[in-house]
């Protein structure tokens, strides 16, 4: 049998809505692995956020989709309706005009996401910089990519014979930050886009390596992607950020895969801003197989959670409520094709 993760959360659900995973071979599956931003930010990080949404004279502001994320005794959407002040932006941008139109409330962006994500959040700690809005400040949780990935092939729970890489992410980085994967590794890898057709075109280019004993890195999304990626886009990352450990949900801690606001940026970093809080203790849902799910190690279905107390309407876990989660995409689609 050939395991194949995709490990984009856009690929999961394009998988499951075009029923490519029912087309497959009885020999060929697709896991699902961490690309989901919402889905890996560690419940420390949310349960940081609601506290410092919960200080007199702050507002938090992040994108929808983290609001429902269980922390570790509620939510930023539960903390919202006791008081807190939580709300929803398309981008960071929107938080700085908050900030610039209220200066006496300190403006906090929860900044989730990998590579895509990243460079609109460094633009906007630099323009705050140049523009001296002192209520601003970003809770960085950016991660990036490539080392997970790493971190998955090495810890060998799971036997992955081929990547599917992410085309958001490639966009930004190009294609030759995964190079590692292929020499080091061994795996053979596939940067996809997003169509069905991509998916399907990656999925054959993938097998096709595995047939002929090869393993490099091959781009499919070349319409949008190359080997160099987005200059620009990397410089501002480079400029504003530097890497640092990481934790990740289901995952631990991942030496270089986080993103960190860089001294000269500190002004507008609320961890440091806000320094140590009173958070509650980090705890797991009895049940919630979240972080099994996350690493490819178990699919939502084997979860007794799943369906049942655990549903988009009522999240227990983090993978049901983004809308890139495998649980999501399960609990919507799963039971129309067959289970791989």
């Not at 349960?47 to 922390?71: Q, S, Y």
Request: aromatic residues 6%; contains cysteine.
């Amino acid at each position: 049998a050939v395991r194949l993760m995709e490990v984009c959360g856009t690929h999961t659900m394009t998988a499951f809505r075009s029923g490519l995973r029912s087309l497959l071979p009885e020999n060929v599956s697709l896991l699902s692995g961490p690309g989901c931003p919402v889905c890996v930010t560690p419940q420390e990080c949310i349960d940081r956020i609601i506290a410092i949404a919960k200080l007199p004279g702050t507002l938090v502001t992040t994108f929808g989709d983290m609001l429902r994320v269980p922390g570790g005794e509620e939510s930023l959407e539960a903390a919202r309706a006791e008081g807190a002040g939580v709300m929803a932006v398309y981008s960071p941008t929107d938080a700085l005009e908050e900030a610039k139109k209220n200066p006496d409330t300190r403006i906090v962006f929860f900044g989730v996401g990998f590579e895509t994500t990243a460079p609109a959040t460094a633009w906007t700690i630099k323009e705050a910089a140049r523009l001296g809005v002192e209520n601003f400040s970003v809770l960085c949780a950016h991660k990036t990519m490539p080392r997970a990935m790493a971190a998955l092939l090495r810890g060998g729970e799971v036997n992955i014979d081929g990547l599917m890489c992410p085309g958001h992410v490639s966009v930004i980085t190009g294609t030759r930050i995964f190079d590692f994967l292929s020499g080091e590794h061994g795996r053979p890898c596939v940067v996809a886009g997003f169509e069905p057709l991509d998916m399907a075109l990656a999925t054959e280019m993938l097998l096709r390596q595995i047939e002929r004993g090869r393993a490099e890195v091959e781009n499919e999304y070349h319409r949008s992607v190359d080997a160099e990626g987005n200059p620009a886009a990397r410089a501002l990352i480079e400029e504003v950020f530097e890497p640092c450990e990481a934790e990740w949900r289901g995952m631990g801690a991942i030496e270089g895969s986080g993103l960190r606001i860089r001294d000269r940026f500190a002004r507008h970093d609320a961890a440091k801003i806000f320094g140590d809080l009173d958070l509650p203790e980090t705890v797991v849902t009895p049940g919630c197989i979240c972080g099994d799910v996350i690493r490819g190690a178990r699919v939502p279905t084997q979860c007794a959670l799943f369906r049942k107390t655990c549903t988009p309407a009522t999240p227990v876990g983090a993978c049901m409520v983004s809308a890139e989660g495998t649980c999501a995409a399960y609990y919507k689609y799963a039971g129309r094709e067959r289970d791989k």
